[in-house]
């Protein structure tokens, strides 16, 4: 994962505890829950410039730290794809 993207995630999780963020930490249970969910999800696309399709703004997608990067690193690739189409 993106080291950009673990720290933009940590503030979102209150009981992270200084823990390390892997692909396998649980979102839900680290303390994001849905309002923050849509904060952070603004706070991705800011950073990334490339927004989330709406088909990924589900609770698979904010399961783990590893599903959600999954998703923000397929947005970024259709979002250069679409750059570099003539």
Known sequence: MD?????LLAPFLK???GREITEESPL???GLDSMQSIELL???EDA??????DEDLNDATFAT?????TAVRAARA???GSV???
């Open 3 to 7: 080291p950009r993207f673990t720290a």
């Open 15 to 17: 009981h992270l505890h």
């Open 28 to 30: 839900p249970e680290l």
């Open 42 to 44: 603004f706070a991705i």
């Open 48 to 53: 990334f410039g490339v927004p989330l399709p």
């Open 65 to 69: 730290a590893g599903s959600l990067w």
């Open 78 to 80: 259709a979002h250069e």
């Open 84 to 86: 570099g189409a003539p």
